[in-house]
C-alpha cells in the first residue's frame, strides 16, 4: 500500500514559482489522450479491445513512417 505525501503539497507553490509550471504534475495530456483511445475502439467488436487498438495504433505508426520519409532497409536487397 502507497502512502500519499501530502506534505510535498506544501512545497508546491514554492516549487513552481522557481521552476514554473508543474509539467510532470498535469494530467491534461494525458486524459485529452483518452480520446485517442475511443476512436481507436470504435470498429472494435470488443472481444479484444487491446488487440484491435493495438492493430489501429500500429496501422498509424506505419503509415506516420511513410509519410515521414521513413523506409525498412532490406539487407538481402541492396
Known amino acids: 500500500i502507497s ?4 506534505h510535498f503539497l506544501v512545497h508546491l ?7 514554473g509550471p508543474a509539467i510532470l504534475f498535469s494530467t491534461e495530456r494525458y486524459e ?6 475511443r476512436l481507436a475502439c470504435i470498429h472494435s467488436n470488443r472481444q479484444g479491445p487491446s ?3 493495438c492493430k489501429v495504433f500500429a496501422r498509424q ?3 506516420k513512417h511513410i509519410a515521414t520519409g521513413g523506409y525498412w532497409f532490406d539487407s538481402v536487397r541492396k
Open 13 to 19: 507553490p514554492a516549487y513552481i514559482r522557481r521552476f
Open 3 to 6: 502512502k500519499l505525501k501530502f
Open 32 to 37: 485529452s489522450f483518452n480520446h485517442v483511445f
Open 51 to 53: 488487440q484491435d487498438t
Open 61 to 63: 505508426d506505419i503509415i
